[in-house]
């Protein structure tokens, strides 16, 4: 089965650029999308199709996808930008999604 | 507003049988994919299961095959999860999820709270 690895944490100083990874084999042929979950809550769509932003998700998400991965920019992290990360993408018909990141702002 | 509300998690004891359901809302129902995706607290968020707009198509993680069956009725803009053979490794927090409208590389927009099935003797 296809499987997505994502490094367990992150670290950002506020205002700072975060970067999470997310690995699998030929990730690039593929579409890879990215979730936002906050403690507590739902897990919330910040980027699908590698690079779009659906409506409402700030500008400083964005996101890029080559070879075997896929990455998620947060530019001008803030404080509310502290939650897990997810990174998901398809595998057949199936949804796949990575271990998922915590991203720590401090 | 889009809402998705899960119900019918709850505290059952192994090889017992449950039903989720999702009441779906603010949208047109019938022209979207949707899904089953599970979560252990404190873990991490696993696929479960999918079906089209109309219920014929239907997929399910490996995990699950067998003994969940996903299904929905358009009418009531509901969507289900029929968990048979329940193991303690079922337990987690069960949300449904839309997938977005893109043809190909769409995410799960919008989510529900989430219902919490626990499996315990």
């Known amino acids: 089965s296809y499987e997505l690895t994502q490094p367990p944490s992150v670290s950002v100083s506020p205002g700072h650029t975060a970067s999470i990874t997310c690995s699998g084999d030929?990730?690039?042929?593929?579409?890879a999308c990215w979730y936002q979950q906050r403690p507590g809550q739902s897990p919330v769509l910040v980027i699908y199709?590698?690079?779009k932003r659906p409506s409402g998700i700030p500008e400083r998400f964005s996101g890029s996808n080559s070879g075997n991965t896929a990455t998620l920019t947060i530019s001008g992290t803030q404080a509310m930008d502290e939650a897990d990360y997810y990174c998901?993408?398809?595998?057949?018909?199936?949804?796949?999604f990575g271990g998922g990141t915590k991203l720590t702002v401090l | 507003e889009v809402q998705l509300v899960e119900s019918g998690g709850g505290l059952l004891q192994p090889g017992g049988s449950l039903r989720l359901s999702c009441a779906a809302s603010?949208?047109?129902?019938?022209?979207?994919?949707m899904h089953w995706v599970r979560q252990v607290p404190g873990k991490g968020l696993v696929w479960v299961s999918r079906?089209?707009?109309?219920?014929?198509?239907?997929t399910y993680a490996d995990s699950v095959k067998g003994r969940f069956t996903i299904s929905r009725d358009n009418a009531k803009n509901t969507l289900y999860l029929q968990m048979n053979s329940l193991r303690a490794e079922d337990t987690a927090v069960y949300y449904c999820?839309?997938?977005?409208?893109?043809?190909?590389?769409?995410?799960?927009?919008?989510w529900g709270q989430g219902t919490l099935v626990t499996v315990s003797s």
């Open positions: 030929k990730l690039g042929d593929k579409y």
């Open positions: 079906i089209n707009q109309d219920g014929s198509d239907t």
């Open positions: 998901q993408a398809w595998d057949s018909s199936t949804v796949v």
């Open positions: 999820a839309r997938e977005g409208i893109e043809a190909i590389g769409a995410g799960l927009d919008y």
């Open positions: 603010g949208f047109t129902f019938s022209i979207y994919w």
């Open positions: 199709q590698d690079d």
